[in-house]
Nanobody
């Protein structure tokens, strides 16, 4: 069982930046960041394999968000730049044994952290 704890969310103006962090209680394999806005389905924002050799980004965040991980510290990060109001959502960290953009690929989930972007 792996526990995930996100941090770094908050309120930011459009055009600003935030860095989300996710601390894992143990070794993780593939990891990803998902988000869910009110009334919308949960979507994968970014994903990364254990080695970091493969990454996935949703089209809506390409060029603005960067996913990274520090395996020595069991940490996952999401650097978010040029934030827009449509990025407002609860962001979740996820980990699993399979890499992909579907939530079904992931076995462990954090509690989520709120990101609010004001216009």
């Amino acid at each position: 069982q792996v526990q995930l704890v996100e941090s770094g969310g908050g309120l930011v103006q459009a055009g600003g930046s935030l860095r989300l962090s996710c601390a894992a209680s143990g070794r993780t394999f593939s990891t990803g960041w998902f988000r869910q806005a009110p009334g919308k389905e949960r979507e994968c924002v970014a994903a990364i394999t254990w080695s970091g050799g493969s990454t996935y980004y949703a089209e809506s965040v390409k060029g603005r968000f960067t996913i990274s991980r520090d395996n020595a510290k069991n940490m996952l990060y999401l650097q978010m730049n040029s934030l827009q109001p449509e990025d407002t959502a609860v962001y979740y960290c996820a980990a699993g044994h399979h890499y992909g953009s579907s939530s079904r690929e992931y076995d462990y989930w954090g509690q989520g952290t709120q990101v609010t972007v004001s216009s």
